[in-house]
């Protein structure tokens, strides 16, 4: 399997999403099939190839249990991979689907930062003229949770705040970094950005400058 296929193919990134949301815990065929939504030829030709890859590992099992598959976490590239599947099918689509659906009058950009060794996501939300109804976005982020099988810690900020970070303060250096991802780009929801409220300085300014011009 090449790394186009790994990347591309939909059965491949529809049991990774599986097993790296619980690197831990053993998958049998039956297990994965339910949950990654497919039939059990796919799981088992899926599943083969990545066990050669070194992908996925066997799980010993007794004898009156089903064989299972894990990840395998000393893979070489695992830290790599499972980073891949969290930025893109494991997290980052669900949640910019959700916030692009739910929240589309409201959220304006939004950021995945990455992902804490407890398998909490770290998602910063920036929103427009209009703010997303905070017991709205606490139901809609656990629900998610659930069908992604990670927590969601959510950091909701206007546009203005947004705007006026700097790589010198802890939100703004996480932007910053390379690990952030931005899921949800301005332009691509119906939110409006907020109308910015002008300084007394520059208010006066212009003032003066009307009086000028009579």
Do not use: W
């Amino acid at each position: 399997m090449s790394a186009a296929d790994f990347l591309l193919a939909p059965e491949v990134q529809k049991l990774l999403k599986v097993v790296f949301a619980a690197p831990t815990n053993g998958f049998s065929v039956a297990e994965l099939a339910r949950k990654a939504k497919l039939n059990a030829d796919e799981v088992e030709r899926t599943q083969e190839h990545l066990l050669k890859c070194g992908i996925l590992t066997r799980r010993k099992s007794e004898a009156d249990e089903p064989e299972t598959v894990e990840a395998n976490t000393s893979f070489v590239f695992y830290n790599e991979l499972r980073s891949i599947a969290l930025k893109s099918f494991a997290a980052a689509e669900p949640i910019r689907a959700m916030l692009r659906s739910k929240f589309k009058d409201s959220v304006l950009r939004a950021f995945v930062l990455g992902e804490d060794e407890d398998a909490t996501v770290q998602l910063v939300v920036v929103h427009g003229r209009l703010v997303p109804d905070e017991s709205e976005m606490s139901i809609a982020c656990r629900k998610l949770s659930v069908s992604i099988g990670r927590h969601l810690n959510v950091h909701v900020i206007s546009s203005a705040k947004y705007a006026a970070l700097t790589p010198g303060d802890d939100l703004g250096a996480r932007l910053a970094d390379l690990s952030a991802v931005e899921i949800v780009s301005q332009g691509e929801t119906k939110a409006k950005p907020a109308v910015e409220r002008e300084g007394l300085l520059q208010s006066a300014r212009k003032r003066l400058a009307a009086l000028a011009r009579r």
